[in-house]
């Protein structure tokens, strides 16, 4: 919007940033500038479209201008005056018309993949790590958390971490999500697809997570645990830890001798055991989060949180 002097008492109510039926609207930028004594408002915008066929861009700008006078009225605070006198105009925008393609996919842009994970040879109870990260440009909020459902295993997954800006072409930056697997035995972590539109090329394409078979050794020797030497190969940086389970299940368990197995009595009666038989909350922890994490959360949460401090008062609260 142009005005034709400084517009000193003028303003403008446009804000179109929202969710609609069809699409969905983000602030990109606004500026106000003064060229040759003119004053001049502009508002850019990114549309996303949620659905096929012709959209319309179809919205109204509120014109308020007001005078000197009410100007003081305000400052002053006069009891006899109204608190502000606008002359306000609606101004109907030209409506935009788009039409929207096919795609077959949600996820729209430039993508690539990178996957960071470990040597796949761990020992039973040691957690293998993933961490996958998609860069690129495009609609970064419809990429939707990875999950995986492996039998014996322990899946934990990290919150998704996104890091992205707008820009006028979308969302550019990156979107990466951490993982744990615990197992007794040897396990396949599956091949993962993501398909995407890539609008470079015009055409349907694919991130894939390649299929991981992890080889589990028998568990942790006494010597190994107490002198275990630096592993060279991809390692998470623990000083951000991504969840509490995670932490507890990553590094509890290559810290902890658990007590071997004892003979089976039912699955029920074993876990009691072995409960009976831990020796420290850590050892404690760590059969909780094997054994059931979500069953026995709110008892790991208050070990970790230090609300229960005494090994009897927490074997008390699981058998409650």
């Not at 393609?101 to 039973?124: M, Y």
């Not at 890539?198 to 991130?207: F, I, P, R, V, Y």
Request: aromatic share 10%.
């Amino acid at each position: 919007c142009e005005f034709s002097d400084s517009a000193e008492l003028s303003t403008i109510d446009f804000n179109i940033a929202g969710d609609y039926e069809k699409y969905r609207v983000k602030n990109l930028r606004e500026n106000q500038s003064i060229v040759d004594g003119k004053k001049i408002n502009s508002y850019e915008f990114v549309a996303y479209a949620k659905k096929t066929g012709e959209i319309r861009f179809d919205f109204e700008a509120i014109m308020k201008q007001t005078n000197k006078e009410s100007v003081e009225n305000m400052v002053i605070g006069r009891d006899n005056m109204k608190k502000g006198e606008f002359v306000t105009k609606t101004v109907k925008q030209k409506i935009l018309t788009a039409e929207i393609k096919e795609t077959n996919s949600t996820l729209v842009g430039e993508f690539s993949i990178d996957i960071k994970k470990n040597e796949p040879r761990v020992k039973a109870y040691e957690p293998y790590h993933i961490q996958v990260t998609i860069k690129g440009n495009g609609n970064f909020e419809d990429l939707k958390p990875l999950s995986f459902d492996i039998d014996g295993v322990k899946v934990f997954a990290g919150e998704v971490e996104q890091k992205h800006e707008l820009n006028e072409n979308g969302q550019s930056g990156e979107w990466s999500q951490k993982f744990a697997f615990v197992s007794e035995k040897d396990f396949k972590i599956p091949e993962v697809k993501i398909e995407y539109f890539n609008l470079m090329e015009q055409k349907t394409e694919s991130l894939v997570l390649d299929a991981v078979n992890v080889s589990v050794e028998k568990g942790f020797a006494k010597e190994e645990l107490l002198d275990k030497q630096d592993d060279e190969s991809f390692k998470f940086n623990y000083n951000y830890l991504y969840g509490i389970l995670i932490f507890i299940a990553g590094f509890f368990a290559g810290k902890i001798n658990i007590k071997k197995q004892i003979p089976k009595q039912g699955a029920d009666g074993e876990f009691k055991e072995k409960i009976k038989s831990a020796k420290s909350l850590d050892e404690l922890m760590i059969l909780l989060v094997l054994e059931d994490s979500k069953k026995y959360e709110q008892i790991i949460l208050d070990i970790e949180a230090k609300k229960i401090t005494v090994l009897k008062n927490a074997k008390e609260a699981i058998f409650k």
